[in-house]
């Protein structure tokens, strides 16, 4: 063959070579791509937070006690979890810095999505003082990369107090024979209705026109409460007096919540209340306060007898008359006593019968008098239109002791042929009713 058309050959098939493996690598880059791993690259590590908290103290539920449920809501975010720890074994309580073992009432997952868990969580008997803290511990969450949970330090913003408050009261007089009580406490309490309060809610005042006592509940934020002795003794506004008589103590009168007869609680005597007597006076229409009793007597439904000391009527049911009518004090049945004039109710004499229609007196037989079958055995009193104040009373009777106390018209006995020894009676803003009936009730026999 000749050398050029070798040559040329040779060229041809080295070109034609050529475009051949040209087009097999453009195929290859084209069509071969392959997929090696698939990566899933997490550097978030788990994450718990407090989403809310709240106490069961209503009106203040950013205020508890160990009494108080508190409750609220974890949520958990994380979507690779591996170990997954979190309960009530890995959440410190803190009050203040004093770690505390409260009752859990409560902790369930009640969420779940695939970044985010939450949970719902109670507990209750939160001892000490002090803020609330809630410790997670660290390391309780793990994720697939090994990655753990950093521990939070949560503030709830509620305060857990459980110590009552303290209070201290004073008297202060002020004009037109009035008093002004101040109730000063060691922290801030709730208002007491009826009473004025300080901008720090620490001091409780109020005007009162009489002497009274009583126990008056305060309570803090954390619904903690105690008793303050409210001793209201100058205030003479307004003065109501009262007074009894009987064979033992004979004529007693005192004022505003007192005893009418102590010595005859105190001496086991057999005698009964014979007599009551009572006024009102001061900056009130004395015509205000109405009353009536039941007189039980040895003599039967028709008797009527002369007052010995008085010379005044009284009947068997109720006095002076022997209506149910209710009977103004400084109006009917006057006498006067110690020169103020007073109005009676029943008689001395009950302690004798008449034996003939000449009025010679005979003792009641003894075995009756032990039955106690004489004397006033209830009493009714209330003011007459009276809107801002109560009127609280209450008996005493032997071998029974208190009766739970009346007020506002309400009779007070215990039994109509178990004539009283003693009573006592006040006049209360209508605010403070329940506190002195609480106050005196505590002297009921249970």
Not at 32 to 61: F, H, Q, T, W
Not at 71 to 89: A, C, M, Q, Y
Request: with cysteine.
């Amino acid at each position: 063959m000749h050398k050029k058309t070798k040559i040329f050959i040779s060229l041809f098939l080295i070109f034609i070579l050529n475009i051949l493996f040209q087009n097999s690598f453009a195929k290859y880059v084209i069509e071969d791509v392959y997929k090696i791993a698939k990566l899933d690259i997490d550097r978030c590590k788990p994450n718990i937070e407090l989403m809310d908290i709240i106490s069961s103290n209503v009106g203040y539920s950013n205020y508890a006690n160990k009494t108080h449920l508190i409750s609220g809501h974890l949520k958990l975010t994380e979507k690779n979890i591996v170990r997954n720890d979190l309960s009530p074994d890995n959440i410190q309580i803190k009050v203040a810095n004093n770690l505390i073992t409260p009752e859990f009432k409560n902790f369930s997952l009640i969420s779940n999505h695939t970044t985010e868990k939450i949970y719902e969580f109670s507990f209750t008997n939160t001892i000490g003082d002090g803020s609330l803290f809630l410790v997670i511990a660290e390391g309780i969450v793990e994720d697939k990369s090994g990655l753990i949970n950093d521990s939070k330090h949560f503030f709830t913003g509620i305060y857990i107090d459980n110590t009552p408050p303290i209070a201290n009261f004073r008297e202060v007089s002020i004009v037109n024979h009035k008093s002004k009580a101040e109730v000063s406490c060691n922290e801030s309490i709730r208002h007491v209705s009826g009473w004025n309060i300080s901008s720090n809610d620490m001091v409780l005042s109020k005007e009162f026109t009489n002497s009274i006592c009583y126990a008056l509940p305060i309570m803090d934020f954390a619904q903690n409460s105690s008793n303050v002795l409210i001793d209201i003794k100058n205030a003479t506004n307004i003065i109501l007096e009262y007074g009894t008589y009987d064979d033992y103590s004979k004529q007693t009168v005192v004022s505003s919540g007192n005893i009418s007869a102590p010595n005859t609680i105190s001496s086991g005597s057999l005698c009964k209340t014979e007599t009551i007597i009572t006024r009102l006076s001061g900056d009130i229409n004395p015509l205000l306060l109405q009353g009536k009793v039941y007189v039980y007597t040895h003599w039967g439904n028709t008797a009527r007898s002369i007052c010995r000391y008085s010379e005044l009527p009284y009947y068997h049911g109720y006095n002076p008359t022997s209506s149910s009518e209710w009977i103004e004090i400084g109006k009917n049945n006057l006498l006067m006593y110690n020169k103020n004039i007073f109005t009676q109710f029943g008689g001395r004499g009950l302690n004798a019968i008449n034996a003939t229609a000449s009025n010679v007196i005979l003792p009641i037989p003894s075995n009756i008098a032990k039955q106690y079958l004489y004397g006033i055995s209830s009493i009714q009193f209330q003011l007459k239109n009276n809107s801002n104040n109560s009127l609280v009373y209450q008996c005493y009777v032997k071998d029974i002791g208190w009766l739970k106390c009346s007020y506002d018209g309400q009779e007070n006995l215990y039994r109509y042929d178990k004539p009283i020894s003693a009573f006592r009676m006040n006049l209360v803003p209508k605010t403070e009713k329940q506190y002195l009936i609480d106050f005196w009730d505590c002297d009921v026999r249970k």
